[in-house]
């Protein structure tokens, strides 16, 4: 199948050069981006008065969470884990996490999300809601041993029966990530068993590092360094290790996350709102680190808009460093698609020739977003997950003016609300 988008503002290349052109999409490739082509094509979209963006990459999220979404707000965070999330999730069910799933696939189309790293459980079930809403998944099942030799060997083996099943869908937009829940929920055995089978498997790994002081102050006590130096030690990181929300990171942090070309997963939405800190953005990007943009999950933060969560890490930096020049849009921006699309090792995250087709089409046609004076910062300060109007992953559209074409959406919500009263 072939798409031509025509007439509109082309966020082109790695630098977001903003042409008007044409672009076109054959089989999961972008083939060219002229300002007028010729070619015949299956599906001609008008983009007239719209902007053809790369689609968003999602970096850290929990998408079955959005079950949970307003049931405990304004809480500390483990407060909010331990008293509220814990008890309910000990209720969920493959079905119910299912739904959950639904909930948060429909939700990434509307706003523009073409990629996405996640941290749950039942992944054998995301997996399915994945492959059949046509994003792409990066899926990783939450290991959680608390040092029981037992519960450490159950959740190898649930982690390696995940990985069998995402490999037998033989999906290329659906992966199996290792994800141990963090360095506090995680033993040592369990850290190093995970590091020696990514590396068996040739898998990314994804693990929550250093989100809060009461994290840092748990680790301290129990082996006398900090959380990254620990995983430091025992081996733990190389260029495939993803870590979500890194808000406490000295200098030596940055400097051991920089040399083992780790990425961070910034949450600003969720860092806020369980008032964990601000991560050091700016000094982490000035030592090379490569930083990505994450919702987290939509109990936290409340929702899984990639173009709020832009505006959110772009002001946040600005105030907490009193300088306004600190994460400036492009900046923002790439961490949303190009960084994003790097730590996954995806062809992606970019509109150009030869990468593959995931594209986000947003309606500029509305008072907010005129006039068109600078594209990028009108995505990032100004527009909504709200003005995505057409999703394509992979040269498949899934969202076509505003219509998900995927997924059932009415069923969908009824779903949830009748999910949300069984857990109750």
């Avoid at 939405?269 to 919702?295: D, E």
């Avoid at 977003?369 to 109007?389: F, K, M, T």
Wanted: proline letters at 3%; hydrophobic letters at 45%; glycine letters at 8%.
């Amino acid at each position: 199948m072939s798409i031509l988008i025509k007439n509109g503002r082309v966020i082109y290349g790695e630098n977001f050069e903003v042409v008007e052109a044409d672009l076109l999409i054959e089989g999961n490739r972008i083939v060219k981006v002229a300002k007028e082509v010729t070619e015949a094509a299956d599906t001609v979209i008008d983009a007239k008065g719209k902007v053809v963006s790369p689609g968003f990459v999602n970096l850290h999220t929990h998408s079955p969470m959005g079950l949970f979404r307003g049931l405990a707000d304004d809480l500390p965070l483990m407060d909010w884990l331990q008293n509220h999330i814990w008890p309910r999730e000990a209720k969920l069910t493959r079905e119910y996490t299912k739904v959950g799933a639904y909930l948060g696939a429909l939700e990434m189309i509307k706003t523009g999300t073409t990629a996405f790293l996640d941290m749950y459980f039942f992944m054998d079930a995301v997996a399915e809601v994945v492959e059949e809403s046509g994003l792409r998944g990066y899926l990783s099942y939450g290991m959680i041993d608390l040092g029981d030799p037992e519960k450490t060997e159950k959740e190898i083996k649930e982690a390696l029966r995940t990985m069998e099943f995402i490999e037998k869908l033989g999906s290329d937009r659906v992966h199996f990530v290792f994800g141990p829940h963090a360095p506090y929920t995680c033993s040592i055995a369990l850290l190093k068993e995970v590091r020696k089978l990514a590396n068996e498997h040739g898998k990314l790994i994804t693990i929550h590092v250093s989100e809060t002081m009461a994290e840092i102050g748990q680790i301290t006590e129990r082996y006398g360094k900090s959380p990254v130096v620990l995983l430091d030690e025992i081996g733990f990181f190389g260029s495939d290790v993803i870590i979500a929300h890194g808000v406490w990171l000295d200098s030596r942090d940055i400097q051991i996350l920089a040399r083992h070309g780790v990425t961070v997963a910034h949450n600003p939405a969720s860092n806020m709102k369980l008032a964990s800190g601000v991560m050091p953005l700016q000094r982490l990007l000035n030592a090379g680190v490569n930083v990505g943009l994450g919702t987290d999950g939509a109990a936290s933060n409340n929702n899984l808009d990639m173009l709020d969560e832009m505006k959110l890490a772009a002001l946040i930096h600005k105030v907490h460093n009193l300088d306004p020049t600190v994460a400036d849009a492009k900046t923002v921006f790439r961490m949303a698609t190009v960084n994003g699309a790097k730590a996954l090792r995806l062809n992606a995250g970019v509109i150009k020739e030869g990468y593959l087709a995931d594209v986000a089409i947003i309606d500029f046609n509305q008072p907010h977003l005129r006039p068109v004076n600078n594209v990028v910062s009108h995505l990032v300060y100004s527009a909504s997950g709200n003005d995505v109007e057409t999703t394509i992953v992979d040269g498949k559209i899934l969202m076509l003016d505003r219509e998900v074409l995927t997924l059932d959406e009415e069923k969908i919500l009824d779903e949830a609300e009748k999910t949300i009263e069984k857990l109750a």
